[in-house]
């Protein structure tokens, strides 16, 4: 699970600059909340 939190973190720093980093972080939330929802 930690790994996973760094890989985020790495993802949003990484599109940080783009203009679509709400979509790409609401994305990628919603990747990270069904699997955790679906337990």
């Not at 760094?6 to 972080?25: A, E, V």
């Amino acid at each position: 699970m930690l790994q996973a939190i760094i890989l985020f973190i790495l993802l949003i720093l990484s599109d940080y600059r783009n203009k679509n980093i709400s979509d790409r972080i609401y994305r990628i939330y919603r990747i990270f909340v069904k699997p955790l929802r679906g337990r």
